[in-house]
């Protein structure tokens, strides 16, 4: 993670700090630790001059509680500093590692009590939001923030798109990559939205979708690190919402997210596979057969003490072994459900789809799909929606089959305020998995999700965007640190490269001579 902070306040205040900062940079003097030696070995110590924020911790003698792990990005030079049209002045800052709020708080209360901090927080590639309590766009003005990696290899047209609106820049290099430049900025949504839709022109998605599709498309390409999605930037509001308006506070102390329980490192798949009727009934045939492959009956009472028939029966590997008998590679998960008639749903003019759910370990099995496809249904293909560990991702980038935009996990045992009892299940599925909790599950486009959280935050005036960014932050909190509750809200990523027709999986190729041939 990374952060881009503007600390303003008055003038004795923001130099003095700017002062007090750089004196405990010049004094953190030790040894770098063997750990320190090994990284720097294998050329992964940035030389920016980073200075760890353990340092002004210990300066302020706060408690070991509060996050540090992270540091300033360099010294606090003169150009940092800025005086404001109010007569005030800011400090600009840059840190790597996250958001430390209560560090910055704690420093205000004791060197610059009249003075405040607005920051712009790019998020992780797991949850994939930006943050910023800039709610009157002082400093942060855009919606989107874009990380982008460049190198010497990066196309000049997207170099030039993706080092604009640059907040911060450092460059970097280790033995596993190439020499890359990294650049942290913000965009307007509708100038972000025309420059990724000259570089993929799919009008009619979202811009939210779009940059996920063009996060997959040009990834690679862009340097070493690669391009991180632009994550819908979102203004905080602090007044604790749902906590004052159902009467209940959040404890102090870190947020217990119960999220070991949620789909521990089991990856549920929803499958349709598409195409002609006869290619879909093969498939399913064949699916059928390496089923029958091992009898439950047969297996040793070991086995049976493990895992259920199913599991045994419709393991990945019975299908894998139709495939290709001598293969000795294998998968880890089965297909849950049995695969009965009415699995199958005729879409007219000869075409059917099959629909079935799998487990595996962390990732779809994709190559093994792919392969059966290959074999049993050159014709046909395939979409699936993927669930890990609080990570939402499909290859239905059109919304065929799975047109949601968000996931909603939510464990509940005990009374909690009507109305968000009602939106965390009145559409909801109840699961129960032999590897889980039980937990209720709902799924929503981005239009059902204002619809509904308008009831709960009563402010038509907010983008959709803002809103739902709030309720996901709300209702997490409301749940923090209760044993018997937990709630998720989470985007659905939709990857594009995975999309069956989206691009071409042949590349042209010239012809070759009849020498060549020979």
Known sequence: ?????????????????????????????????????????????????????????????????????????????????????????????????????????????????????????????????????????????????????????????????????????YSDSNIFSRDHDVYYSQWPREELYRELLALVPLPNISPDDLADVVASTIGLPLGNGGYHPPDPLSGTRTSSLFHSRFGRTSPKGATSLKGDNIMANICYTQYRFEGPEEEIRNIGNHFQKAFSLHSYDEADEETQRFVDREFYEQHLNNIIELLYPDCEYGWRGAIRGKITEESYKSLGDGQMVLSFEAESSYVPVNSLWNDALSQWAPNSRYYYYAEEMRLEWTNDVFRKYFPWDYAIFASIKKNIPQAIFDFLTKKAEYRKREDQYGYHVSYWTREEMREALLKLLPHPEWSTEDLIYVAKDELERFAEGDENLWIFMIPVRHRAEDAPGFFSREEEEPALSEEETD
């Not at 990005?73 to 840190?95: F, H, T, Y």
């Open 1 to 169: 993670m990374f952060t881009h902070y503007y600390f303003e306040g008055p003038e004795e205040e923001i130099f003095s700090l700017r002062t007090r900062l750089n004196d405990i940079f010049k004094s953190q003097s030790h040894p770098p630790s063997e750990r320190d030696k090994e990284l720097a070995a294998l050329g992964f110590v940035r030389d920016d001059g980073s200075h760890d924020l353990v340092h002004i911790l210990d300066a302020l003698e706060g408690s070991k509680d509060i996050r540090h792990n992270g540091s300033v990005c360099g010294d606090i030079s003169p150009d940092a500093c800025r005086q404001l049209q109010d007569g005030k002045w800011s400090m600009a800052v840059n840190v790597d590692g996250g958001n430390y709020r209560d560090l910055w708080d704690l420093m205000l209360r004791k060197w610059a009590p009249n003075s405040c901090y607005y920051y712009l927080a790019y998020g992780d590639f797991r949850d994939g939001d930006a943050e910023s309590n800039d709610v009157e766009h002082r400093y942060f003005s855009g919606d989107y923030a874009v990380r982008a990696s460049l190198s010497k290899e990066t196309p000049e047209e997207l170099a030039r798109i993706f080092s604009r609106h640059t907040l911060y820049q």
